[in-house]
């Protein structure tokens, strides 16, 4: 028997999602998940891919991610990856939009809470997890009004082409 107030320190171990914090700040103290195909990964970004046409995708700063993982799922495979909520990422899809990485987990909860069912012309198989949704519309950043942007933080960087 253990006194009590006091817990045994072989049973405590950080988890390995939270390992990788160094220091909570005002500014990054909630953590996001996003899902996606991990692509190229250099020092600098890693491409996160949510829909299969390879010339749209989400920079993400390799030194941001806390944690990643892949994810089995009966849909298939994908990687889930941990951010703080303000760390800024680029989506890539000929022009260019930055956003916080809270704003895409928004938009995806958002659809989530309101029950739809992952639309096939919306949400293809390879972007659900256990029957959900968990990518944005391709190009979603793109077309917002300036309203709903500014809420979500986002910034358009270069319009489309075409």
Not at 118 to 128: G, I, M, S, T
Not at 144 to 149: E, F, G, I, P, S
Request: net charge negative.
């Amino acid at each position: 028997m253990t006194p009590t107030g006091t817990i045994p320190k072989f049973a405590l171990a950080t988890d390995p999602m939270l390992a990788n914090i160094q220091e909570v700040t005002d500014k990054k103290f909630e953590l996001v998940i996003i899902y996606g195909y991990v692509g190229k990964v250099t020092d600098d970004t890693v491409r996160l891919h949510q829909c299969l046409d390879l010339r749209k995708f989400y920079e993400i700063p390799t030194n941001e991610v806390v944690y990643a993982e892949n994810v089995t799922c009966p849909e298939g495979r994908l990687t889930k990856i941990v951010l703080f909520s303000t760390t800024r990422i680029t989506y890539v899809s000929g022009a260019k939009a930055t956003l916080p990485a809270g704003s895409l987990a928004e938009v995806v909860a958002d659809r989530d809470q309101r029950g739809e069912q992952p639309d096939p012309e919306y949400c293809q198989p390879y972007c659900q997890l256990n029957g959900r949704c968990v990518c944005a519309p391709v190009d979603y950043w793109l077309h917002l009004d300036q309203n709903k942007a500014s809420r979500l933080g986002v910034e358009v960087l270069t319009a489309s082409h075409g």
